[in-house]
């Protein structure tokens, strides 16, 4: 039987104000898009609030609504009768257990993270916090001071791995490309917890990457468009916003995909689970044990089975507790459907579908997409195959001269180009390190 804690869903509820916008209050200029709700970007430059990567707004929320999230905690007891805290209200170890949910830290600038709970109830900390043993709770005014005056931005988020992390040159440049790429790891700065790795504003680029850096970390990519992006390890969690027109090939991801936000975009993953908020025209080619999760705003979706290996994916994918089955791909769920329609989301016709090759030389033992294709999809290409050895043996068979062949292999490649430049896959081919600088290394 699943269950959660209360108070900790009363706090995740609570939260999601972070990202409330009033139309009301946008249209006499209170609130976004109004100049004045410009916070500084990732980088400290001013740009318009990004709310969910800026730890700074994060800081700015909990300190703001801090008194409402400990009343929330609060048993009903401990308020007043105009159902308010009172200054003898007390918190119990079980909401503050409840904030570790939002809240951790370290003590003396140790770099080992503790929960909220565990820094409460540490003797040094008792006498700021209000926590009487004899009752087993915390003063709630004396709690909510010693959290004001301790709380400060994350040391390890996001903002903090831009700016101190290990920036990491992945990318091949390519005609078109730009500066403004961003790409940093927090490995060297954060504790024995999972790393964090930052990809932003990539541009027209293909960034291929198979190793330690990437095993267990939690991936943010960010503002990508018209890119390539390999990441071929295994990974903790992967968040996509804000990308358009992207290819996105990522390894055994153990806990959740999450694309926000974005256009035209293909996701190639095996994962635990994959959840979509306010994409358009979006392609996902997934194995997955749990049902993709359509959550609102979403167009044009559509699902098609994993259909690309590597070397390693088999390996991978034990590393994060992933089989081929049960495998719910076509499957989805959507949740909080703003109509009935389920026109939001299709099956990839067996017609339309191509198997994907992964350009990189890598060592290991996957030669073949794990758990096969499903028939339909399967015969599709088996019809392909035939056809494309009928079209060998016609072309064997026709006795054509030395010149001819060569004339009809030339016309054969001005049409290839043709149909490379038509799809946009140009691109694709031309950003790929060459042969002779060592494709292993794009890889690894």
Same mark, same amino acid.
């Given at each position: 039987?699943?269950?959660?804690?209360?108070?900790?869903?009363?706090?995740?509820?609570?939260?999601?104000?972070?990202?409330?916008?009033?139309?009301?209050?946008?249209?006499?200029?209170?609130?976004?898009?109004?100049?004045?709700?410009?916070?500084?970007?990732?980088?400290?430059?001013?740009?318009?609030?990004?709310?969910?990567?800026?730890?700074?707004?994060?800081?700015?929320?909990?300190?703001?609504?801090?008194?409402?999230?400990?009343?929330?905690?609060?048993?009903?007891?401990?308020?007043?009768?105009?159902?308010?805290?009172?200054?003898?209200?007390?918190?119990?170890?079980?909401?503050?257990?409840?904030?570790?949910?939002?809240?951790?830290?370290?003590?003396?600038?140790?770099?080992?993270?503790?929960?909220?709970?565990?820094?409460?109830?540490?003797?040094?900390?008792?006498?700021?916090?209000?926590?009487?043993?004899?009752?087993?709770?915390?003063?709630?005014?004396?709690?909510?001071?010693?959290?004001?005056?301790?709380?400060?931005?994350?040391?390890?988020?996001?903002?903090?791995?831009?700016?101190?992390?290990?920036?990491?040159?992945?990318?091949?440049?390519?005609?078109?490309?730009?500066?403004?790429?961003?790409?940093?790891?927090?490995?060297?700065?954060?504790?024995?917890?999972?790393?964090?790795?930052?990809?932003?504003?990539?541009?027209?680029?293909?960034?291929?990457?198979?190793?330690?850096?990437?095993?267990?970390?939690?991936?943010?990519?960010?503002?990508?468009?018209?890119?390539?992006?390999?990441?071929?390890?295994?990974?903790?969690?992967?968040?996509?916003?804000?990308?358009?027109?992207?290819?996105?090939?990522?390894?055994?991801?153990?806990?959740?995909?999450?694309?926000?936000?974005?256009?035209?975009?293909?996701?190639?993953?095996?994962?635990?689970?994959?959840?979509?908020?306010?994409?358009?025209?979006?392609?996902?080619?997934?194995?997955?044990?749990?049902?993709?999760?359509?959550?609102?705003?979403?167009?044009?979706?559509?699902?098609?089975?994993?259909?690309?290996?590597?070397?390693?994916?088999?390996?991978?994918?034990? @590393?994060?507790? /992933?089989?081929?089955?049960?495998?719910?791909?076509? %499957?989805?769920?959507?949740?909080? $459907? #703003?109509? +009935?329609? &389920?026109?939001?989301?299709?099956?990839?016709?067996?017609?339309?579908?191509?198997?994907?090759?992964?350009?990189?030389?890598?060592?290991?033992?996957?030669?073949?997409?794990?758990?096969?294709?499903?028939?339909?999809? @399967?015969?599709? /290409?088996?019809?392909?195959?035939?056809?494309?050895? %009928?079209?060998?043996?016609?072309? $064997? #068979?026709? +006795?054509? &001269?030395?010149?001819?062949?060569?004339?009809?292999?030339?016309?054969?490649?001005?049409?290839?180009?043709?149909?490379?430049?038509?799809?946009?896959?140009?691109?694709?081919?031309?950003?790929?390190?060459?042969?002779?600088?060592?494709?292993?290394?794009?890889?690894?």
């Amino acid at each position: 039987q699943l269950s959660v804690d209360t108070l900790q869903f009363l706090l995740f509820l609570y939260v999601q104000q972070v990202n409330k916008v009033s139309l009301r209050r946008s249209l006499i200029g209170e609130e976004w898009p109004s100049a004045r709700t410009k916070a500084p970007g990732l980088t400290g430059k001013s740009a318009s609030a990004n709310k969910n990567w800026n730890d700074q707004d994060h800081r700015t929320f909990v300190l703001s609504h801090l008194s409402d999230m400990l009343e929330l905690l609060l048993e009903p007891e401990q308020l007043s009768a105009s159902f308010h805290p009172t200054h003898s209200s007390l918190v119990s170890c079980e909401a503050v257990c409840a904030l570790s949910f939002l809240i951790e830290g370290t003590t003396s600038k140790s770099r080992v993270v503790h929960p909220l709970h565990e820094l409460a109830l540490w003797q040094p900390c008792r006498g700021q916090n209000g926590y009487s043993k004899g009752c087993e709770a915390f003063s709630f005014p004396k709690l909510e001071s010693w959290l004001r005056a301790s709380l400060t931005t994350n040391p390890f988020g996001m903002t903090a791995c831009l700016k101190s992390g290990k920036k990491l040159a992945w990318a091949q440049q390519v005609e078109g490309t730009t500066r403004r790429a961003k790409i940093a790891c927090s490995t060297c700065v954060v504790p024995e917890v999972s790393p964090m790795v930052i990809m932003s504003q990539v541009y027209k680029q293909t960034l291929a990457k198979s190793s330690d850096t990437l095993v267990g970390a939690h991936v943010r990519i960010h503002r990508c468009n018209e890119s390539f992006i390999y990441l071929l390890s295994p990974l903790r969690s992967v968040t996509i916003e804000k990308c358009r027109s992207s290819t996105f090939v990522l390894g055994p991801v153990q806990t959740s995909v999450h694309v926000h936000s974005c256009d035209n975009v293909k996701v190639i993953v095996v994962c635990h689970r994959l959840c979509l908020s306010s994409t358009t025209g979006c392609t996902f080619y997934i194995l997955t044990p749990n049902q993709p999760l359509i959550l609102l705003g979403n167009q044009a979706v559509t699902f098609a089975p994993f259909h690309t290996h590597y070397p390693m994916l088999e390996d991978h994918m034990a @590393q994060v507790g /992933l089989a081929t089955l049960p495998n719910y791909w076509d %499957s989805p769920m959507l949740v909080c $459907k #703003e109509s +009935g329609d &389920t026109s939001v989301f299709r099956l990839l016709p067996p017609s339309d579908f191509y198997t994907f090759v992964i350009p990189f030389e890598m060592e290991g033992d996957t030669t073949e997409t794990p758990g096969g294709l499903p028939h339909a999809y @399967q015969k599709m /290409l088996s019809q392909r195959e035939e056809k494309v050895q %009928s079209w060998q043996r016609t072309v $064997k #068979e026709a +006795g054509l &001269t030395k010149d001819q062949r060569k004339q009809f292999q030339m016309l054969v490649e001005n049409k290839f180009y043709e149909w490379l430049v038509q799809t946009g896959n140009r691109q694709q081919l031309d950003s790929l390190v060459p042969p002779a600088v060592g494709s292993e290394q794009a890889a690894g």
